[in-house]
């Protein structure tokens, strides 16, 4: 059983900072690309950053410049740096991993987290 679990949501004022954290735990042999999508009340959940393994990164154009994805392979997290935030980041931040093996040279998985609410108000 694998599980990603996010933490670091809450309130904060416009202009505010957060940092989000993904652990990966469970049994696994390897996490590959790691990565946050959002969803907002509404909304369909979007993508906001991925990283490879490697730590070759994509954002989507709404939060490039303000927001940073980092990760620790030897940790297996991955982390969101957000800063500048904006009321319309206001969403529920989910942890995503789309290549997770289990075992030898099987296939991968993709696997979620649960969400972590965050939220952009005065």
């Known amino acids: 059983q694998v599980q990603l679990v996010e933490s670091g949501g809450g309130l904060v004022q416009p202009g505010g900072s957060l940092r989000l954290s993904c652990a990966a735990s469970g049994s696994f042999l390897s996490i590959g690309a790691m990565g946050w999508y959002r969803q907002a009340p509404g909304k369909q959940r979007d993508m906001v950053a991925m990283i490879t393994s490697g730590g070759s990164t994509n954002y989507a154009a709404s939060v490039k410049g303000r927001f940073t994805i980092s990760r620790d392979n030897a940790k297996d997290m991955v982390y969101l740096q957000m800063n500048s935030l904006r009321p319309e980041d206001t969403a529920v931040y989910y942890c995503?991993?789309?290549?997770?093996?289990?075992?030898?040279?099987?296939?991968?998985?993709?696997?979620w987290g649960q969400g972590t609410q965050v939220t952009v108000s005065a």
């Open positions: 995503y991993s789309p290549e997770v093996r289990i075992e030898g040279w099987g296939p991968t998985y993709q696997y």
